[in-house]
């Protein structure tokens, strides 16, 4: 099948190219919307002059218009380009703000955390998404979706991280169009009293409501938690552990409120509403019934970002079971993404969900049917054993290398938690909503609570089992960008050489190959060749790393904690070997003398003079007679310093104008090669 022979898959890649450009190239917005005006207005001529919407020049025209579109949207969410977006407000001290809550994120280990809507800021009518962070307080309640406040504090920018290859929290937020975070005590803020209601506050006082229910019921700790996660996107109350067993077996996804239960919800509601077709318009009353249902279990599970996306996506999926015409899927999956980056937020393409629902969806409608033509067993249940193989299969080849980029590791046993799950993801999924209507309505029998309690915990164990399986879990590896582009390249023409069987798609799937493995030699090339010395950030840890090629040497006080810095550093550099040391006085690299003084201070009188001076565990000294003695021409100090301390040495280097460098903000020190 032709895929670029659809006209809505053609003008949907053109509204991405336009997007990413958009993305990567200021353009503001005055440039694009003309162009685009322009080419809107030619379209025009074309169709009234020719009377019908065909010819080079209309597709040409058409083309360069998607593409225009896609900048003025990226060009759209740009702050700048906004005038009443709270970055284009003069800042005075003290910064005033009202604020809207929109949405409860995870909290950490010591606070809240919440993404709320700027209406005011200094007194100006403003806009924009700003965070907001609480220290954990059980005295004060916590804030709810539809909450206003009014502040009293600076903003603080997001930071980026403080060593390298680590997760850039920074670029993540700014894919959201969050810029600044408001941190909140219990003397800066006020809560309004009557603020206004939206739907979102209503989906979360609903799914509140629903898990109050919940909790008075006979449910186990990690069932409940589970319960919450599959029907309500609430995956907070979920131990550490459970989570790392669904990540290992490769079976995350199903804690998600996603496309995966969005689609089964819809193949029960075509199930159990086939009846109404035989009515008058039967069929296109069940489309409606089945939309408002899906939008109505959006609205229970609170209406997120991702439940939004998968009910979107699957509400043109039921219309292209409405249409009846399975060639038309491709249509209906280009169509409902052209919307959601139009109408609902084009930087949707950047998350990390979104690429890989469509990714899944996409490999599924496409590589599936492949899958049943290169074998049909006639026994009924291998033949249905090998569909729900096929269907796991073309999922993960699909998501394969974008969770390689972004997570660097492969479930080996997928298809296994995928097997045991899956096909009854349906029955827990369908006795679920019928448990907790029960539990709602107050009529919900023992046993039955029973029943399903036994079941989530019966899927705990079956993943907890496949987790343990340690040897089919293949950690750490590494995959740049380069590689994610030339794994699909391959996939895709791997799918085109097994169909078309043609010399030339078979010609390109070797080329493909030829390329990954030219992009990965070449990329050991460069780390053979690199060398570096750094100080990583790691509050109380001193950690200093020596990488040499593929190798590693990390001088630390604790090992175990300096694994948080290895494990990304190794997969971004490509590490192959890592050794741990014990950290010493003295280092050597690149013919610069390097000291390091620890908590005694101590060092010898004849050291003489060194070029870098390292401050760790707070050492008691005398900061300008140590100036004065070893003349460094720079001075670092760590993370495993006390603050106080750091603030009085980047005060005396101040005075003596000497570098000073502290890890805790302007993050890792690299010593440069001269």
């Given amino acids: 099948m032709h895929l670029l022979k659809f006209i809505p898959i053609k003008l949907t890649i053109l509204l991405v190219l336009g997007i990413l450009f958009g993305y990567f190239f200021d353009t503001g917005v005055e440039f694009p919307l003309l162009l685009a005006l322009v080419f809107l207005c030619a379209l025009g001529f074309i169709l009234v002059k020719e009377k019908k919407a065909i010819g080079i020049s209309f597709g040409l025209i058409a083309a360069l218009t998607t593409f225009c579109l896609g900048i003025l949207l990226m060009a759209r969410v740009e702050p700048k380009n906004a005038n009443d977006h709270y970055l284009n407000i003069i800042s005075v001290e003290p910064q005033n703000w009202k604020l809207k809550v ?29 965070i907001l962070t609480k220290a954990i307080d059980s005295t004060s309640r916590k804030f709810q979706v539809d909450d206003e406040l009014v502040v009293v504090a600076p903003k603080d920018e997001v930071k980026p991280p403080l060593n390298p290859h680590q997760f850039n929290y920074r670029n993540y937020m700014l894919n959201q169009g969050v810029f600044h975070q408001l941190k909140l005590n219990t003397t800066n803020y006020a809560l309004l009293e009557n603020p206004s209601r ?14 109050d229910k919940l909790k008075q019921t006979d449910f186990g700790t990690d069932e409940l938690a589970i319960i919450q996660a599959l029907f309500l996107g609430q995956r907070d109350d979920i131990s550490i552990e459970t989570y790392t067993n669904y990540k290992n077996a490769g079976a995350v996804h199903i804690l998600a409120v996603s496309g995966l239960h969005i689609g089964i919800i819809l193949l029960l509601l075509e199930f159990l509403f086939r009846p109404i077709e035989v009515l008058p318009k039967g069929k296109t009353i069940k489309l409606i019934l089945i939309v408002l249902l899906l939008w109505g279990f959006a609205l229970l599970a609170g209406l ?15 219309y292209a079971l409405y249409l009846n015409r399975p060639s038309n899927t491709f249509n209906i999956l280009a169509l409902s993404m052209f ?4 109408v609902i937020d084009p930087l949707l393409l950047f998350d990390v969900g979104f690429q890989m629902s469509y990714s899944a969806v996409f490999a599924i409608v496409w590589i599936y049917p492949f899958l049943q033509k290169f074998w049909f067993p ?17 999922a993960q080849l699909g998501v394969l290398p974008i969770s390689l980029y972004y997570f660097h590791q492969f479930p080996g046993l997928f298809f296994v938690s995928n ?7 349906g029955l827990i999924l369908g006795l679920g909503i019928l448990v907790i209507a029960f539990i709602l309505l107050n009529i919900a029998p023992n046993p039955l609570i029973e029943l399903y309690n036994s079941i989530i915990g019966f899927m705990n164990s079956i993943i907890e089992w496949v987790a343990q399986q340690e040897a089919f879990i293949f950690r750490h590896i590494p995959f740049d960008n380069v590689q994610l582009v030339l794994a699909y390249c391959l996939l895709i023409s791997m799918i085109w050489m097994l169909t078309k069987k043609s010399y030339k798609y078979t010609l390109a799937f070797l080329s493909c190959v030829l390329c990954l493995q030219l992009w990965t030699l070449y990329s050991q090339h460069i780390t053979n060749k690199k060398e570096q010395f750094l100080v990583a950030h790691q509050t109380k840890n001193s950690i200093l790393a020596h990488q040499k090629g593929n190798q590693l040497n990390i001088y630390t006080y604790d090992s175990i904690p300096s694994k948080f810095f290895t494990t990304p550093f190794q997969i971004g550099e490509r590490i192959e070997k890592i050794q741990f040391q014990s950290i010493t006085n003295a280092y050597r690299f690149n013919d610069k003398k390097i000291m390091v ?13 060194v070029d870098y001076l390292i401050l760790t565990q707070s050492p008691k000294i005398n900061l300008d007679r140590l100036i004065d003695s070893l003349r460094p021409k720079v001075l670092i100090a760590d993370g495993s310093n006390y603050l106080s301390y750091t603030k009085r040495w980047e005060q005396t280097c101040a005075k003596k104008e000497l570098p000073f460098h502290y890890t805790g903000e302007k993050g890792a020190y690299t010593f440069v090669l001269d």
Avoid: H
């Fill in 198 to 211: 939206t739907i979102k506050g209503y989906a979360a006082s609903l799914r509140q409501n629903i898990i």
């Fill in 339 to 342: 919307f959601i980056l139009l």
């Fill in 597 to 609: 003084l620890d908590s005694l201070g101590i060092y010898s009188n004849n050291v003489g003079f």
């Fill in 102 to 130: 929109t949405e409860v994120l995870k909290s950490t280990a010591y606070s809240d955390r919440y993404f709320s809507e700027v209406s005011e800021y200094n007194s100006f009518k403003a806009s924009g998404k700003i």
């Fill in 419 to 425: 097997l045991l799950i899956v096909p009854f993801l």
């Fill in 304 to 318: 997120s970002p991702s439940v939004v996306r998968a009910v979107t996506m699957f509400s043109f999926v039921a």
């Fill in 378 to 394: 006639k026994n009924w249940l291998l033949r249905k054993f090998w569909q729900l193989l096929s269907v796991s299969l073309a």
